[in-house]
C-alpha cells in the first residue's frame, strides 16, 4: 500500500461479507483486506478472489457500467458492483454482497437470469408501415426523446430483482414480464412508426395490471430511466384506453376504427412464435401468419 493511499485509508481493514454457495444453499463468509483508496466494490471483490478466494463466482464484464453484469445486492439493495463506490459506504460495519434475490442462484454470486431473455423472446418486435416508394417518414423529436429513455437499459435486471410482485412471489414469473419489458413494451407501442396494438397483450400476458406503482424499479435503475412515471403509467393509460374507456369504445363504433388487436394476435408477431410457426410451416402444419386487426 502507497504511503497516500495509507494516509487516505488510515490503514483501516474492510470487512466484507460474501455470499459463498450454489441452488443447495450456502451462507456468507467474512474476508478481512486492507482498504485502498479510490475503489468500487467490483475492486474489492475481485482482490479477495485473486488473494483469497480463488474459487469465487462473480460476473463481470465491462467494469464501467455499462453492460450490466455485475448486478448484486450490496447491503441489501440491489446495484452494481462497479458503480457502488467504497467511499458511500460505511466501512466501519460489514459490507454485504449478494446475488440477486430475484433469480435462481447458479454459484456464489451469480444468478440465472435466463428468465428475462425468455419473456424478451416472447414480446412482438417493431413492425413498420409499408411506405410508397420514395415516402419518407419524419418523426418528431419529441417522439425519438420519449423512446431513446428506454433504449438506455442496459438489461442489468436491477430492476426486475427489485419488483415485489415476482422477488416475493416466484410464481407470478409465468404471468408477470416485470419492469424491464414494460419499459420495452412502451417504447414500442409509443414509437409513432410501429403498427403493432400491444395494449391488450401488455394486460392479458404480461401482467401489466399487477404492478402496483411502488417506484422501486426507478429507484435503482443506474442509467436513470423513469420507469415508472414514463413507460408503466403511460402504457396502463393506453390499455384502459383500449379496455374499459367506454368513450373510446363508443368512438370506435361512430368511427368505424376496429377493436384493440387482441392479445393472441398481437403474440403471434412475438419472436418466439414465429419461430415455432417457421417450423411448422416446414413441417406442413400451418397456413400464412394472421392479419393484425386493429393495429
Given at each position: 500500500m502507497?504511503?497516500?493511499?495509507?494516509?487516505?485509508?488510515?490503514?483501516?481493514?474492510?470487512?466484507?461479507?460474501?455470499w459463498r454457495g450454489d441452488e443447495s444453499g450456502g451462507d456468507f463468509a467474512t474476508y478481512e483486506i486492507p482498504a485502498q483508496e479510490g475503489e468500487v466494490v467490483l475492486d474489492v471483490v475481485h482482490r479477495i478472489q485473486a488473494e483469497e478466494a480463488p474459487d469465487l463466482a462473480v460476473r463481470w464484464n465491462c467494469k464501467a457500467g455499462k453492460c450490466g453484469s455485475c448486478s448484486a445486492e450490496i447491503n441489501g439493495r440491489p446495484?452494481?458492483?462497479c458503480m457502488t463506490r467504497m467511499s458511500t459506504l460505511n466501512i466501519d460495519e460489514p459490507i454485504t454482497v449478494s446475488p440477486m434475490r430475484g433469480f435462481p442462484i447458479i454459484?456464489?454470486?451469480?444468478?440465472?437470469?435466463?428468465?428475462n431473455y425468455a419473456v424478451a423472446r416472447r414480446i412482438p418486435a417493431f413492425q413498420p408501415p409499408k411506405l410508397a416508394e420514395g415516402e419518407v417518414f419524419r418523426m418528431q423529436q419529441v417522439d425519438v426523446d420519449r423512446s431513446q429513455e428506454f433504449r438506455k437499459c442496459i438489461e442489468c435486471f436491477l430492476c426486475q430483482n427489485v419488483c415485489h410482485v415476482i422477488r416475493d412471489h416466484e410464481?407470478?414469473?409465468?404471468?408477470?414480464a416485470g419492469p424491464r419489458f414494460f419499459a420495452?413494451?412502451?417504447?414500442?407501442?409509443?414509437h409513432p412508426l410501429d403498427t403493432l396494438d400491444r395494449r391488450r397483450l401488455s394486460s392479458e400476458q404480461f401482467g401489466l395490471g399487477l404492478c402496483n406503482i411502488t417506484k422501486c424499479c426507478t429507484e435503482v435503475c443506474p442509467e436513470g430511466i423513469h420507469i415508472t412515471d414514463n413507460a408503466i403509467i403511460p402504457l396502463k393509460e393506453r390499455v384502459v384506453d383500449a379496455r374499459f374507456d367506454p368513450v373510446a369504445w363508443l368512438g370506435r363504433k361512430?368511427?368505424?376504427?376496429?377493436?384493440p388487436t387482441p392479445a393472441a394476435v398481437a403474440a403471434s408477431f412475438a419472436p418466439e412464435t414465429l419461430e415455432q410457426q417457421q417450423a411448422a410451416r416446414a413441417l406442413g402444419k400451418v397456413g400464412s401468419h394472421p392479419q393484425t386487426s386493429g393495429a
Open positions: 502507497s504511503t497516500e493511499t495509507a494516509t487516505v485509508a488510515g490503514q483501516r481493514t474492510l470487512k466484507m461479507r460474501l446495484a452494481l458492483m454459484r456464489d454470486l451469480v444468478t440465472d437470469v435466463s428468465f410464481d407470478n414469473k409465468e404471468s408477470f420495452r413494451l412502451a417504447e414500442l407501442e409509443m361512430i368511427t368505424g376504427k376496429p377493436d
